[in-house]
């Protein structure tokens, strides 16, 4: 497990899925509370509760396929957005 210096070094945008699944299995496995995972983390509650959904929707923590799927989604999202706007 890395030190909390480390786990705060990155963004959790930039974490790997791995690295998310572990943290939703420690508050999951009953390891620690949500705040006691958050706080360990440095990483806000609700961003650990984003994956713990996804985690239980999809069967496991967010997969490299499952971000980028989102991540189309919501560049796909912007564009189309802007250009519907003014019909409105």
């Not at 998310?20 to 949500?34: H, N, S």
């Not at 980028?68 to 919501?74: D, N, P």
Request: no cysteine; proline share 7%.
């Amino acid at each position: 497990m890395s030190t909390r210096s480390e786990q705060s070094k990155e963004p959790p945008q930039s974490w790997t899925a791995a690295r998310k699944r572990a943290v939703v299995l420690e508050y999951l496995k009953g390891q620690d509370t949500m705040a006691g995972v958050a706080h360990r983390h440095r990483l806000p509650v609700q961003t650990i509760l984003g994956w713990r959904e996804q985690f239980l929707r999809e069967g496991v923590a967010p997969t490299p396929v499952a971000e980028r799927r989102e991540s189309l989604r919501m560049q796909g999202i912007q564009p189309m957005q802007s250009r519907f706007s003014g019909l409105a």
